[in-house]
């Protein structure tokens, strides 16, 4: 079993930073790539991040990269999103997933996910 819990949401202004956080547990030694998605309400599910099992890879959605940034812990089996220069269209609930690593931006090709944490952006 490979079990994925977020931390770190919250509500926060527009202009402001968050970091969230993801922790993996169980069947850690499998080597997974970790992603970040996020979903407004009467949204669908959209890519947020992505980072390769090493940490040598990390992928963006267009439109956020230079404000986001995905990193990860093998010791601390965590992953993280730093958050930065946030606006109101980044409110959503935000899940980090864990899969084997190939087509990292699509949501099918992720096996576990965790239960989401909540990030409401100000005005």
């Known amino acids: 079993q490979v079990q994925l819990v977020e931390s770190g949401g919250g509500l926060v202004q527009a202009g402001g930073s968050l970091r969230l956080s993801c922790v993996v547990s169980?069947?850690?030694?499998?080597?997974?790539?970790m992603g970040w998605f996020r979903q407004a309400p009467g949204k669908e599910r959209e890519f947020v991040a992505a980072?390769?099992?090493?940490?040598?890879?990390?992928y963006y959605a267009d439109s956020l990269k230079g404000r986001f940034t995905i990193s990860r812990d093998g010791a601390k089996n965590t992953a993280y999103l730093q958050m930065n220069s946030l606006k109101p269209d980044d409110t959503a609930v935000y899940y980090c997933?864990?899969?084997?690593?190939?087509?990292?931006?699509?949501?099918?090709?992720?096996?576990?996910w965790g239960q989401g944490t909540q990030v409401t952006v100000s005005l």
């Open positions: 169980g069947r850690t030694f499998i080597r997974h790539a």
């Open positions: 980072i390769s099992w090493s940490g040598s890879n990390t």
């Open positions: 997933a864990a899969g084997p690593g190939s087509s990292l931006s699509s949501a099918s090709n992720y096996d576990f």
